[in-house]
């Protein structure tokens, strides 16, 4: 190595003591930044989904949503830049009973890698359509077509999605504290029920029955005391289509009943819910609400708590 006369390691040596121990701390430096900015992503498939996700995440993490407002669940088709997202995802959160039937083959596909999938359906209380003889809670994988997706129609049920998306949160990533996320929009959402129950209130107690455009309402009509009585599209998807029998058998149904109005989902063509008012006859009022999506900025429904209260209003003005 060589002998110094001053007593110090030569330049080159100190110089490549300096350069080692320089890279060292740049490195430890640049493992602790990532450390401490590292980000759950998540993805969640629907708009409202995506707003939950958010109201939990917050800023401690990322929130894409598959879907754009107005898409229809049931029938859309996820992009490749999508599919790429899901892939790479901490987290994917689906709603699950075959809501999203247009990315079943996707869904499958990342549960075959492992990626980390939530369906809600499976961590909440669910019902099955109408008459369906079906133990929705019980049964890992009820018949299809038996128990009810729609579960967000009940702010309750929202509100243990809530928690339950901060436990997966939570197991991926125990320095956050999500709980305090999801108990707060928790709240809200039972905040949001109380008011929806007192904007029901004005519906005179012998109408509460609704017809709407697909089976969607369950949920809604099982907290707040209503009666679906008939549908325009059978079935709880909108790619159903009635046949003629159907649609004469709910006229006279909606006749017999005195029924005020037919409610259809503003993802899809209002057209044959019109034809139906057309063949009863009698006043009778086509009243579009939020179903499927969430509404755009502006609209009082671009959120999921904006939603569920908007819905609530139109409600009780039809049947009042």
Known sequence: MGYSP???????????VFATVATLLLAACGDDTTDD???ISVVATTTILGDIA????????TVEVLMPIGADPHDYQASSRQIASLQTADLVIINGLNLEEGLDDVLDSLDGDGANILEITSVIDTIPFGDADADCNMDPEPPEGTCDPHVWLDPGLMADAARAIAAELRRLDQRVDWGSGAEHYASELLAADAKIRSILEAIPSGNHKMVTSHLAFGYFAARYGFEVIGVVIPGGSTLAEPS???LAALVDKIKAENVPAIFADITESSDLAEAVAAEVGSEIAVIDLYTGSLGEEGSGADTLIGM????????????S
């Open 6 to 16: 001053n007593g110090r390691s030569p330049i080159w040596v100190r110089v490549t």
């Open 37 to 39: 900015t590292a980000t």
């Open 308 to 319: 569920l209260v908007t819905n609530a209003e139109r409600i009780a003005k039809a049947l």
């Open 244 to 246: 003629s029998g159907d």
């Open 54 to 61: 958010r109201n939990v995440v917050g800023d401690n993490g």
